[in-house]
């Protein structure tokens, strides 16, 4: 077998007495993938930082091709040929994809400051070909959908001769489609002998992709070997340290009769058309959709942050109009948006304001109007935290920014359930959290469920659908192109009706609604 | 990185050095010192007992009755610039809503214009004459002066909110716009003239003091009336963003808009309320100036504008918005005072005061930067000593 091209030995990194990573050492060989596991704050991005020169060790070194390698500085690791794919895409979304790739260094017409565009270009070109683009390279990256920009993004590292490519969870924002081409480019890339680390969450790609896996755990190695070695199980167990031998709680409650949101025939042109669905209480009802499908504008629109133009939304009965968020969680509603840091939470808040924020207007002393019962809402707001069992060393002083994943999705949760919703739209519930933190937010979907409330369930995630919920509407291109029943459910059926609009317009022109 | 090279990562907790204690130890005091919210009020007193040593006419009563009627007047400034700059705004329009607040109210209650002066005013003849305002000579002059500057100012502040709120209309456009038009309106409507003959109940607010000290030549009086404006207001602002719903939203829409959209907050209207308290808040210290002067000058608070942005800043309020508080006013607004007194005291040219106070609001911008990185740094060993 080949030298290893990249080596780990013994690296250790603290954070103020707090142990990142202890004593790693992992050989990773040429033109071979790793896929590198674990839960959220197991210390993989920690580790890749220090690789990509973000963050330095404080002990241990690494070797490249058999040479000690120090790194100092991202730039440095450019040159070394490391690349980082990092998983919020590092473009300039107002140039152009030719001013990206060349930011730091434009070919230059002989010794002069100035820019020999024709020369940038034409490499533009090349490097676009090699990642299978065809766009001109004057586009602006703004006009590009997710799954391009990161092909700008492998574009970049290429062209800059990488040799190690560092892809952190490369997935999350694709479509089904751009996922395909990014494997069949990270197979291609892999033929021509350069070596990818491959961070994820969805183990069944790491498993597809990975020649070899290493698991980690409280900042150690736990386990590696070859992908033979491997199933989805032995990774979990690894990864938790313990077997895992249920992904969801069992669903014991039952929908009853009684219709708690009724929506019927919403329509926005070039969003959604016709919707119309009935949200009972204790259900739980899946919204299934590939990326553009218009879940997540449907959501948006059911709690009032987007408009319609016809069809009917009534909550318990009633018909709503002028609708804002504002009246929305008057009439019982609660919308865990997709994404955390814009919408969800402010990060710099600690965990009992952000707690807050929605059922103050509940709070009021009724003594002088405006003014905050301060006292009834620290202490609604601590038994949510402790029922939610979210994890804060100081939730009164701590950012919420400093939290894990899990505990932040929580905290948003958290924050809606003080709100006393009846109706609550999940959107994206357990993206960017690992298995534990995933098994909690089901049981408190559960939860919610037998205690009479109705939950809508937004999700790309099949597996996670199926397991949590009584029954599952399936969109695609802005239809409901799918009802099943529990006792229904049956992938296969579910996907064809997810890409049932896709297939007879082509793959044109589908992502489009998105973003 | 930035931390002392002897504080090694501990690998466990047996072989803690007595090194590494020290530099805990250094890394606690210094952290807590800065990180404290009182960081500026140590600094000012630091800064005031320092120059006392070279300049004991610093610590003279006749100074300190100085220092104080400066505070006050400003403290309301920039009371109402926090709340702007904690919904992540910015009011440039203060400076021009004192001065027209200051030229209307001070037409309304004269008791007598100059022709020679005021004839070719457009309001001559309408609203003022000769024997001055329309409230000019009433027993109640006063009160309904102030009242009307007050809902000038509350009313502009309220249309730039609407401004930023519904139109969507970036902050620094909108007030710079009103700052340019409302100056100029100031300047339009009284020809550039000061506007005299107010009533002594309205000039006593800003030039009577509350008490008297006798010193070596007269006496000086020892607390102004505009102590109790400003107590007033920074009392009902403590309230408003401490203990009131709108206070949380307040904060929550300067730290993410759309987070809070989505939670349910009116955002619009907390935006329109910020701009009109921060509109509120210029009037009334237009009252306080224009009364100290004994004028309604249309260009009342011309060189302000630097001096309530850069004391908010140096008080640790954010112009990122999301975080601002009534005592770091206080402090910021105390310690710019006293760094302006004690220059001129110092006998240095106005440029040169200017250059050293830029310096100053430098520092404490810098200063503000430094104490956010120790705070994801540092906190975990500094701050569990705290709490």
Redesign the interface.
């Given at each position: 077998m080949s030298e290893p091209i990249l080596q780990f030995e013994h690296v250790s990194k603290s954070f103020f007495g707090a142990m990142a990573l202890t004593d790693i050492t992992l050989a990773v060989r040429p033109g071979m993938v790793l896929g590198l596991v674990g839960e959220n704050g197991a210390g993989k991005s920690t580790l890749m930082n220090i690789l990509g020169g973000v963050i330095a060790s404080d002990e241990g070194q690494i070797r490249l091709e058999g040479r000690p390698y120090s790194t100092g500085s991202p730039a440095e690791a450019t040159r070394a040929g490391i690349a980082f794919i990092h998983q919020e895409l590092n473009l300039f979304s107002h140039l152009s994809i030719l001013d990206n790739l060349f930011i730091d260094g434009f070919p230059r017409i002989g010794r002069t400051p100035l820019i020999h565009r024709r020369e940038a270009v034409r490499r533009a070109k090349e490097a676009l070909a090699a990642v299978n683009l065809s766009i001109s390279p004057r586009t602006r990256v703004d006009r590009l959908t997710p799954g391009q920009k990161q092909l700008v993004e492998i574009a970049k590292a290429l062209h800059g001769g990488a040799q190690i490519i560092i892809f952190d969870e490369p997935t999350t924002s694709l479509t089904s489609r751009e996922t395909e081409r990014l494997f069949a480019l990270i197979e291609r890339l892999r033929r021509e002998g350069r070596t990818i680390l491959y961070i994820s969450h969805v183990l069944a790609d790491v498993l597809r992709l990975a020649d070899e896996i290493a698991v980690l755990r409280d900042g150690k190695v736990v386990r590696t070997g070859p992908k033979a070695e491997f199933d989805i199980n032995a990774m979990i167990a690894a990864m938790v340290g313990r077997q895992v031998d249920q992904l969801h709680p069992i669903r014991r409650g039952k929908p009853a009769d009684k219709v708690l949101m009724s929506v019927a025939g919403v329509t926005e042109p070039g969003i959604v058309k016709d919707i119309s669905f009935d949200l009972h209480e204790g259900e739980i009802l899946g919204l299934f959709g590939l990326m553009g499908s218009g879940r997540t504008e449907l959501g948006r629109i059911l709690f009032g942050l987007d408009p319609f133009r016809s069809g009917t939304i009534d909550m318990c009965g009633q018909p709503r109009r002028r609708r804002t968020a504002r009246r929305s969680i008057a009439a019982g509603m609660a919308f865990v948006t997709e994404d955390r840091r814009e919408e969800g939470l402010l990060m710099e808040a600690p965990v009992t304001e952000n707690m807050a924020l929605v059922a103050l207007p509940n709070c009021r002393r009724n003594r002088v109007p405006g003014t905050l019962d301060r006292l009834a809402l620290r202490r609604s707001v601590d038994e949510m935290i402790a029922s939610l069992k979210i994890k804060c060393v100081s939730p009164r002083t701590a950012a919420v920014k400093s939290l894990s994943g899990g505990n932040q999705q929580k905290t948003v949760i958290g924050k809606w359930l003080l709100g006393r919703p009846m109706v609550c739209i999940l959107d994206e519930p357990t993206r960017g959290i690992d298995v534990g933190a995933r098994y909690e937010v089901y049981s408190i979907i559960n939860d919610l469920a037998d205690r009479g409330n109705g939950l809508l369930c937004i999700s790309s995630e099949l597996e996670e659908l199926m397991g949590i919920c009584d029954s599952l509407l399936v969109m695609s291109k802005g239809r409901i192109c799918g009802r099943f029943r529990r006792d229904e459910f049956d992938k296969e059926r579910i996907l064809a009706a997810a890409f049932e609009g896709h297939l007879e317009r082509g793959p044109r022109g589908s992502s489009g609604a998105s973003n | 990185?930035d931390r002392p090279s002897g504080d090694?990562?501990?690998q466990s907790s047996g072989n803690v050095t007595s090194q590494t204690r020290i530099a805990r130890l250094k890394e606690v005091v210094i952290g807590r010192a800065l990180l404290s919210d009182s960081f500026v009020l140590y600094l000012s007193v630091a800064y005031f007992v320092v120059l006392w040593v070279f300049l004991p006419r610093l610590g003279s009563a006749r100074n300190l009755s100085n220092l104080s009627s400066n505070i006050w007047p400003l403290l309301v400034l920039v009371i109402g610039q926090m709340f702007v700059l904690i919904v992540g705004g910015i009011d440039l329009s203060q400076t021009s809503i004192m001065a027209i607040t200051s030229v209307c109210g001070a037409l309304m209650i004269t008791s007598g214009l100059d022709p020679e002066l005021f004839a070719a005013n457009p309001l001559w003849g309408v609203f003022v004459g000769e024997q001055g305002g329309p409230a000019g000579g009433s027993v109640a002059a006063a009160p309904v002066g102030i009242a009307f500057m007050l809902a000038i100012g509350t009313l502009i502040g309220s249309a730039n909110g609407l401004a930023v709120a519904r139109l969507k209309m970036p902050p620094f456009m909108v007030t710079l716009v009103s700052m340019f038009f409302f100056s100029g309106l100031a300047i339009c409507i009284t020809r550039s003239e000061n506007v005299r003959n107010l009533p002594d109940a309205f000039l006593a607010i800003g030039q009577n003091y509350l008490g008297r000290v006798p010193t070596a030549r007269g006496s000086v009086g020892l607390v102004p009336y505009s102590f109790f404006a400003a107590l007033a207001l920074a009392v009902a602002a403590w309230f408003v963003l401490a203990?009131?719903?709108?206070g949380?939203?307040l904060?929550?829409v300067g730290?993410?808009r759309?987070?809070?959209?989505?939670?349910?907050?009116?955002t619009d209207r907390v935006i329109v309320w910020a701009y009109a308290v921060s509109g509120f808040c210029a009037a009334l210290g237009s009252v306080l100036y224009s009364s100290r002067l004994g004028a309604g000058r249309p260009t009342l608070g011309e060189n302000v504008l630097l001096d309530i942005i850069g004391a908010a800043v140096i008080g640790g309020i954010s112009l990122f918005g999301?975080?601002g508080k009534v005592r770091w006013a206080f402090y910021g607004v105390l310690f710019f005072v006293l760094l302006d007194s004690s220059l001129y005291m110092l006998n240095l040219k106005f440029y040169t005061v200017n250059i050293v106070k830029g310096v100053v609001i430098l520092v404490a911008a810098l200063l503000d930067v430094l104490r956010n990185r120790i705070r994801l740094?540092?906190?975990?060993?500094g701050?569990a000593v705290t709490?």
């Open positions: - | 990185m090694r990562p501990v203990r009131t719903i709108l949380r939203w904060y929550a730290m993410n759309r987070a809070a959209t989505v939670s349910g907050v009116p999301g975080k740094g540092w906190a975990p060993t701050r709490a």
